[in-house]
Structure formats: C-alpha cells, structure tokens
C-alpha cells in the first residue's frame, strides 16, 4: 500500500522522488518504534540515559518520517538538515545502546535499526536533487 501511495504522490516536487524516500520513511519508522520500545525498557533497568536517547530518536525520527510524506512541503535545505539529525541521532543513540547490547536484546535491536535508518538516510540525501 505504501509504494502505491508513493507513486501516486504529484512528480512536481523538485528533487524529491518519492520512490527513492521509500525506504528511508521506513528505516526511520523502524527505528522509531524500537527507540520507543528500547526507551521504555530501559526506564525498567534504570538506564537513564539510554531510555533518554531512544526518546530523542524517535521524535527525530517520526518527525523526519512525516516531513518526507509530505512532499508538497517539500524544502531541500531543511529536509537535509533533517535527515542530517537523523544521522547525528542515529550514530549517538547506537553508540549508546551498543554499550548494554550484551546485557539488553533490546539495546542491541535498536542500535541496529537506529543504524539502518542512519544508512537509509544517508541513500536518501545522496539522491536528492539539488536543482
């Protein structure tokens, strides 16, 4: 449904292909709903700092995922600016988790979808169109 959706999408928008978004809005959506299971896991474990990270990933995240499904809106220096914080976030919130990944299944989950989405950004803004 999702690609059908994508497809449909209006193909004036100036350097965004819809098709190409597709899975960076799902990476991003991945890694949102882990951050947020992650993070609710750790408050269990009285990991502060972990659970405070997986949090700020997914409003990154879900934010950066809305933005990209709506390309009417589209505005290339913020959604790179964006997709840069999904990075930046990404990279932080991995290299957290990674340190309880032996301990927690959960951690060691989400760093690897919060590195995905880290990856699929990264094809995304290498796609986009700059004119």
Not at 2 to 10: G, I, L, N, T, V
Not at 76 to 82: A, D, K, Q
């Given at each position: 449904m999702?690609?059908?959706?994508?497809?449909?999408?209006?193909t004036q928008t100036t350097g965004m292909d819809m098709t190409a978004?597709?899975?960076c809005i799902e990476a991003c959506?991945?890694?949102?709903?882990?951050?947020?299971m992650c993070a609710d896991?750790?408050?269990?474990?009285?990991?502060?700092?972990?659970?405070s990270m997986c949090a700020s990933t997914c409003d990154v995240a879900t934010t950066t995922m809305r933005m990209m499904m709506r390309p009417a809106g589209y505005d290339?220096?913020?959604?790179?600016?964006?997709m840069a914080a999904c990075v930046a976030?990404?990279?932080?919130?991995?290299?957290?988790?990674?340190?309880?990944?032996?301990?927690?299944?959960?951690?060691r989950?989400?760093?690897a979808a919060c590195r995905a989405m880290v990856d699929?950004?990264?094809?995304?803004?290498?796609s986009m169109s700059t004119s």
């Open positions: 999702m690609a059908d959706m994508m497809k449909s999408m209006p978004m597709q899975p959506s991945a890694a949102a709903m882990a951050a947020t896991a750790d408050g269990g474990e009285g990991m502060g700092r972990c659970a290339m220096g913020v959604m790179t600016s964006m976030m990404g990279e932080a919130c991995a290299a957290e988790c990674d340190m309880h990944a032996e301990m927690s299944e959960h951690c989950i989400c760093a699929a950004c990264r094809t995304a803004m290498g």
